[in-house]
């Protein structure tokens, strides 16, 4: 876990899983693949599981550490925690008793408040009513183009006290997006050797139909082979809108 985190929407990360297996488009650069490689032959313990060499990589499978699960609780001070950073806490691999152990944990440590993402958001449907979900937890899904528009009607089925989108990398347009019970959005370009070039119209065409629904926008970064390399400004300003943290 780390006490700090460089993504901008998030103060910290915590990753009871790791690892994972690419399911689309969104995946096909995926930083957390890359690192995890990176990690394993630093020789670093929750990076030597390898994945399916089709889908995932060496580090990169998914791995599960009971060990991570009491992290949280040694933080005193509040933080908005990014839960599964290095993984998706919904991939089929993970036991719906060890999503249960994770939700416990945030269940009881209602100081943080807790954001999670998931590609995998038909499991996410179908695991919910099973949940205890409270209230210091935000429930998000990725969406990288308008073929993954049917994560966002799944979500909708969560009852998380915020859900969000992560539009990130936006690598297509998504022109009209249905924002009905979805309390944040976050779009963002790629970065990375061989990311994808985001054109400036579909992130204006979020921002405006967040503006339109009164959803908060937040505009993480146009991308570039470093995340940094080409800004945070979309129209010659900052867009760092959030929900409220439950109090």
């Given at each position: 876990m780390a006490d700090k985190s460089s993504i901008e929407w998030t103060e910290a990360t915590w990753n009871p899983v790791t690892g994972c297996d690419?399911?689309?488009s969104?995946?096909?650069?995926?930083?957390?693949?890359?690192?995890s490689k990176r990690l394993k032959a630093m020789g670093a313990e929750k990076y030597q599981n390898d994945g399916d060499p089709r889908t995932s990589g060496p580090g990169f499978g998914v791995t599960t550490h009971q060990g991570a699960l009491d992290q949280p609780r040694r933080w005193r001070a509040p933080r908005?925690?990014?839960?599964?950073s290095m993984s998706d806490l919904?991939?089929?691999?993970?036991?719906?008793?060890?999503v249960k152990d994770v939700f416990d944990v945030m269940r009881e440590t209602p100081q943080h408040t807790y954001q999670i993402l998931t590609k995998r958001s038909l499991r996410l449907s179908r695991m919910?009513?099973?949940?205890?979900?409270?209230?210091?937890?935000?429930?998000?899904?990725s969406v990288e183009d308008a073929s993954a528009l049917e994560r966002v009607d799944h979500l909708r089925t969560v009852p998380a006290a915020v859900?969000?989108?992560s539009c990130?990398?936006?690598?297509?347009p998504l022109d009209g997006i249905d924002l009905h019970d979805i309390g944040w959005v976050i779009a963002g370009g790629e970065s990375g050797a061989n990311y994808r070039v985001m054109d400036i119209n579909w992130a204006r065409g979020i921002r405006d139909d967040c503006r339109d629904a009164g959803v908060p926008f937040f505009f993480k970064q146009w991308g570039g082979r470093t995340p940094k390399q080409l800004?945070?400004?979309?129209?010659?300003?900052?867009?760092d809108e959030m929900p409220r943290r439950a109090v």
């Open positions: 690419r399911v689309s969104g995946c096909d650069n995926c930083y957390a693949l890359t690192l908005v925690v990014f839960v599964n919904f991939h089929a691999k993970v036991p719906i008793a060890f919910a009513e099973k949940l205890d979900w409270p209230t210091n937890v935000w429930m998000g899904v859900r969000f989108l990130e990398p936006l690598i297509g800004g945070r400004e979309l129209d010659g300003r900052l867009w």
